[in-house]
């Protein structure tokens, strides 16, 4: 079956993305072009009020690692931080300080970000090639049969890969044997965005489609499979539920969402789903031991309790803002935009905090927290780190 893939890099609605689709159904590109014909009157960004900075956060350092077209997920060991750009830079810093521990430019352009479980990270090509890299040198590239659009998953000397054939594969770390596949059924459309890919326990969890699927690491047997969201509508794009990353785990419950229909928490322990609400958003979420955080379609930050999914607060402050996932940070939750700002909202009650600035383009990373620093990436290729004073 041909894949259709979708681009969307931020939380615009998909009328606001249709110009990165890659449609090749006449009848279904029709469609798309009649509903992106109103792009003039695009909703505007909610203007940016003055704020009086309650938590005091300032950038520390700065580094440049080259523009970033996927989507990019940074991978974390420690006070390392590793990285990688569309060019096929891939590096690994200090997040305390910046500065290089190894960088290497592979020369082939990258279709993923990247993973690593500190000694061992590894890329995709556009070229669908998987290539595994140790303190800077590459030890071996092995041909997949279809794109990736999620980073590779390193966990007990091995590499662990979703594809956008919604398949899943395993790979010896040290070898790059092919150790088994693993594939679902498959629908004619897919997004070119991060899925789900982690570990709980001696589970390996992924989103297949609409479903969070538990797999034995060992031999890719399903232990268990819970929907968090069912395909529905008249078409291809109506019916494109998978799940997007990242996702918020707390102990072995892991909360995700599906693509503009869901989202859900499941125990990943023991394969149940404890519960799910509509949501209207597309990219992924985080959370603490009270609330799950996450941002719509229009920009709205909506939370729910992490017990039974009712609603908490929302703030509609960043609205049509092009915004990133949340991300915990202290007491604050941390999202960035499409015009390069990064966002501090209280976790408490949505309040902004502080207000972070960058480079002016768009953060194309979840900012992510790496021991003590706040770390962004911009899709202009400049990776910053800030502190919380």
Request: some cysteine; glycine content about 10%.
């Amino acid at each position: 079956m041909k894949l259709i893939h979708l681009s969307l890099f931020s939380s615009a609605s998909i009328f606001e993305r249709c110009s990165s689709w890659r449609l090749p159904i006449a009848g279904l590109t029709l469609a798309l072009l009649a509903a992106c014909s109103g792009g003039t009157n695009r909703p505007k960004p909610a203007e940016l009020k003055t704020i009086m900075p309650v938590v005091s956060v300032q950038q520390v350092w700065s580094a440049r690692l080259g523009a970033v077209n996927f989507p990019m997920t940074l991978s974390v060991s420690g006070s390392t931080l590793f990285a990688a750009s569309s060019d096929g830079v891939v590096a690994a810093l200090d997040a305390r300080t910046g500065r290089d521990i190894w960088r290497l430019s592979l020369t082939t352009p990258l279709a993923a970000g990247v993973g690593s479980d500190g000694r061992i990270a590894a890329v995709v090509t556009q070229n669908n090639e998987l290539v595994a890299l140790v303190e800077g040198r590459e030890i071996w590239r092995e041909k997949l049969p279809a794109q990736a659009y999620t980073a590779p998953f390193v966990a007990g000397g091995r590499i662990f890969l979703l594809t956008a054939d919604r398949a899943i594969h395993a790979f010896d770390g040290n070898s790059g044997r092919k150790l088994w596949m693993q594939q679902r059924p498959n629908e004619p459309l897919v997004l070119r965005q991060a899925g789900v890919l982690l570990a709980v326990g001696d589970t390996l969890v992924a989103g297949l489609a609409g479903r969070l699927t538990g797999l034995n690491p060992a031999n890719g047997g399903i232990r268990w499979e819970v929907p968090i969201a069912s395909p529905r509508g008249i078409n291809d794009v109506e019916r494109l539920v998978d799940l997007v990353g990242p996702v918020s785990r707390l102990n072995d419950v892991v909360c995700v969402r599906a693509f503009q229909a869901s989202v859900g928490c499941v125990n990943a322990e023991r394969g149940i789903l404890q519960w799910t609400k509509t949501a209207d958003g597309n990219v992924g979420l985080d959370g603490d031991d009270r609330l799950v955080f996450a941002v719509e379609s229009d920009g709205k930050v909506v939370t729910w309790k992490r017990t039974d999914g009712e609603s908490g607060w929302n703030s509609d402050q960043l609205r049509y803002r092009g915004l990133t996932a949340p991300r915990v940070v202290g007491r604050s939750i941390a999202i960035g935009d499409a015009s390069g700002f990064v966002h501090l909202l209280s976790r408490e009650d949505g309040a902004l905090v502080n207000r972070l600035t960058t480079d002016g383009s768009a953060i194309i990373s979840t900012p992510t927290l790496v021991g003590e620093t706040l770390v962004v990436v911009t899709r202009s290729g400049t990776i910053f780190g800030f502190q919380p004073q």
